[in-house]
């Protein structure tokens, strides 16, 4: 398990080092008032799949003018599945779309800002609540959308603990993010938000490119030498 703060910091700064910003999550205008639902939707598309299949699909919802709550809420379950085809899973991501919607409109009139403000906890129960939205979308949302202060644990992130002896396979998901807000979760809201973010993207790198589930490249990996292994 995890010995101290430092092995932490360490691993980021060496992924840093090698991979260098992520730029994570990708929207073509980060600014927009539209960015959080793109990124939303994103966050809910990805799940059992990549993200350039992602990608496509959004693209498809940016060139019909149907990426917003409204627009998405109101579209048939047909319309919808059809757009969101390369994604994967479409037929059960458009039910999962569709229940995320509902919320954002009978909640907060649309509003992903508002439905991601105020006693970080309770926010995270109730995206929870919503049909189809597990922890790691739920901390996805929070984190990306949101900008709040919370650690995304994905199947990257956990095999490269594991391999490395940070942490054992039996622990439940909120166990391993405690590894990170334990350790991590101690300066101002905006500087912990930018690490964390930085640092789950820096995981997804990883484990794309050497910490394979078959054939992992671990004899190239940056981590080779990190003195936790």
Known sequence: MLNSKKDLTDIFNQLLKHFG????????????????????????????????????????????????????????????????????????????????????????????????????????????????IGPETADSILLYAGRRPTFVIDAYTKRVLIRHKIASDNLKYEEYQLLFHDTLLANGNSEVVKLFNEYHALFVACGKNYCRPKNPRCDQCPLKYNNTI
């Open 21 to 132: 910003p992520q730029h994570w999550w990708p929207v073509n205008d980060p600014a927009s008032d539209l960015a959080p639902f793109e990124i939303s939707v994103g966050a809910i598309l990805t799940q059992n799949t990549n993200w350039k299949n992602v990608e496509t699909a959004l693209k498809n919802l940016k060139y019909e003018n149907l990426l917003t709550p409204e627009k998405i809420d109101s579209l048939s379950e047909e319309t919808l599945s059809s757009l969101i085809r390369p994604s994967g899973y479409f037929r059960v991501k458009t039910k999962r779309l569709k229940n995320y919607t509902k919320y954002l409109m009978k909640n907060y009139h649309g509003d992903v800002k508002a439905s991601l403000a105020g006693d970080i906890s309770e926010k995270r129960k109730e995206l929870l609540q919503v049909n189809g």
